[in-house]
């Protein structure tokens, strides 16, 4: 598992281990039943703090991307698809904010850029 951490983001590190775990799933990478690195080993691998990789694995297992079992480890659980959906909804809905933010910026108007938007997905 390939994760990294960007120490200059304004992103918390936990927050940026469980968005690329997420990611990981979500791109098949991981799949149900994929054993996460134990803490430890991912702190040392990533020279961080295991109390931030513990803040991040339970986060994920708070959202139901994952499930501890004490003594075996962490795994990646049955994909909900509804809850992976809704992640990539958000994910699409932030995206799409960025882009309209950055058309205004540009001076473009909205009717424009709903145009722009219409015109990609005939494509």
Not at 3 to 26: D, F, T
Not at 62 to 87: D, P, Q, R, S
Not at 95 to 118: N, P, T
């Amino acid at each position: 598992m390939k994760i990294i951490i960007n120490h200059s983001s304004m992103i918390p590190i936990y927050e940026q281990i469980v968005e690329q775990v997420k990611a990981l799933i979500r791109n098949g990478k991981l799949k149900e039943n994929d054993n996460l690195p134990s803490v430890r080993s991912l702190a040392k691998e990533l020279k961080i703090s295991a109390l931030t990789v513990k803040k991040a694995y339970d986060s994920l297992e708070n959202e139901g991307f994952t499930v501890t079992i004490h003594g075996k480890g962490t795994y990646v659980t049955a994909t909900n698809t509804e809850l992976l959906l809704e992640e990539q909804k958000k994910e699409l809905e932030s995206d799409l904010e960025r882009v309209i933010q950055k058309g205004r910026c540009y001076g473009i108007s909205d009717e424009d850029i709903k145009k722009l938007f219409e015109l990609i997905l005939e494509g």
